[in-house]
Every structure is written in structure tokens, then in C-alpha cells.
């Protein structure tokens, strides 16, 4: 039993993206820290050609149904992965920027989300035509950046 489409995991993908570059505007907007405010600004640049690249990929996978050699226990993975990542649900990166108390936690909070897109996009492999997965092994290795960046923040500014 399929729970997902490809694209539908593709569409979730633009969803975390947007949540992602949404929430990285209003913590730019929000730090104070010129170091935070510049990763923060690079990040939400870097979310924004994600989206585009997901979008551009949507048209692929739309046609893509993947393999039905997955079994009902993958699928409530996949599941349980979109599920928890609080991004893949519209318009959620403002509304926790909002809750955000400083800049540490902004920092903490991304790296959490960072990890959780980088966990969902490696499993999102799966769903999408083998043509396209050099693809989403390069927007891996740009968040993989993103946390590495995050990480080096937190160490500099906020330990």
C-alpha cells in the first residue's frame, strides 16, 4: 500500500523549503548578532533556490511511480519522518520564528530542522526516478553545509 506519491514527498520537500527560507527571513530580521543575521540571510538565500530546484523537479516525478517493493512498514516511516518535521506543514516557519526567545535558540532550532530535512530528503530518494537523484544528492550536500554553518555558529557565538 502506497502512502506517497513521489511527487506528493517532492511537494513536501517544497513545503519544508519554503517553511525553511521563511523561518531563516525572520530570524535575519530578528538577530541582532552580525554574524548570526549573515548565515541566517545566507540560509533563507539558499532555501529559496531549493524551492525552485524542487519545483523544477516536480514535473519528472509527477509521471515517477516508484517501485512497489516497499513495504507498509516503510511507507509509515516515510510517514512518521513527515509527520514529526514540523516544516512540512504550510506556513510553519513564521509562526515558530515567532515563538523564538533569542538568537541561541533560533541557532538550536535550526540545526534540529536541518537534521530532519536531511534525514526526510535522503529517504525521499526512494520515491523519485533515478534521473533525479543526483540531484537531491547535491541539495544533501548544501544541507549538509547549512548544518555544518549552523553548527560553527553555535560553537563561536553562542557555547
Known sequence: MNIFSG???VEMAVQIEKNGRDFYKSMAEFSKDKNSKE???HLAGQEERH???FEDMLSVVKKYEPAEAYTDEYFSYIKAL?????F????????????VKDEKEAVNMSIGFEKDSILFY????????ESER????NLLNEEQKHLK??????????A
Open 7 to 9: 511527487s506528493e514527498i
Open 39 to 41: 548565515v541566517f540571510e
Open 51 to 53: 524551492i525552485k530546484v
Open 88 to 99: 512540512t506543514k504550510n506556513k510553519k516557519g513564521k509562526d515558530i520564528a515567532a515563538t
Open 82 to 86: 513527515s509527520d514529526d518535521h514540523v
Open 149 to 158: 554553518k549552523l553548527v560553527l555558529l553555535k560553537r563561536r557565538c553562542y
Open 134 to 137: 543526483d540531484m537531491i544528492d
Open 122 to 129: 535522503h529517504e525521499m530518494k526512494n520515491f523519485v526516478p
